[in-house]
């Protein structure tokens, strides 16, 4: 039998270990995690990572995760694995809708995907970038989540960036904080592109491909603008939830900081 090492991890402690970092209650909180990079036994699963961070946030709080959908996009940009092209088509024509209680994310974790099964909690509309939030502010940062331009001004992160939001990395990097794409938007650069994007959607009830306009968003370098704002502001706080590294960063501070990070060095 394999030997448990390190301490038990429960709701209490990771509710401890988040006020240590900075967590309070009343925050509009968007959380990015890797469920994995808190140890070896946690008391509960996500679902404690869950109630520790509604604890702290409290009832004013609002908690809000990206419940991204990938795989419900068009299939001649797949590549992890592709596709033949004969499919193309059958898939355009036959891959179910976006459906917000049923649709399973892609690549976000067992964090996010648990939590958006939970009572209370709402998911955005739109197929592809759909963000899920618990709390105070949920249906503000959620309605009104335009189909182009998924991370522009009419998106959840437009309106986290509203209520001076902050972000929390549990476990990942910068390379993970999609508030950044909210600075691609906002940013004037020479390889900005405008592309077209596709995906099956219900249109007043009746499943369609439907085709929106949104951007060439990249993050190859969004780990390079969190370490430089990191080191140019001192404005992210680092520190451990459970055995994982953390920094709660301010997003109002770190978008205004990387538009003019783009808009100097993407060229």
Known sequence: MEEIRGELITVETLASDFRKLGVREGMTLLL????????????????????????????????VMPTHSSDLTDPSGWSNPPVPEAWWQSIRE?????????????????????????KGVRRSSHPVHSFAAWGRHRDEILDGHALDAAFGEQ?????????????????????NNTSLHLAEYR??????????AGAPMLVNGARQWVEYRDYNWNSEDFAAIGEEFGQETGQITYGKVAAAAAQLIPQHELVDYAVKWLEHKRV
């Open 32 to 63: 990015h995690s890797s469920f994995k990079s808190l140890g070896q036994w946690v008391a509960g699963g996500p679902v404690a990572v869950i109630l520790a961070l509604e604890q702290v946030l409290g009832e004013g709080g609002t908690l």
């Open 94 to 118: 036959q891959m179910p809708a976006y459906d917000p209680d049923l649709t399973l994310l892609r690549g976000m974790g067992v964090i996010p995907e648990t939590f958006r099964k939970q």
């Open 155 to 175: 998106s959840p992160l437009a309106r986290i960036y509203d209520l001076k939001g902050s972000v929390l990395l549990l476990g990942v990097d910068s390379y």
């Open 187 to 196: 940013a004037e650069y020479a390889g900005k592109q405008k592309v077209t």
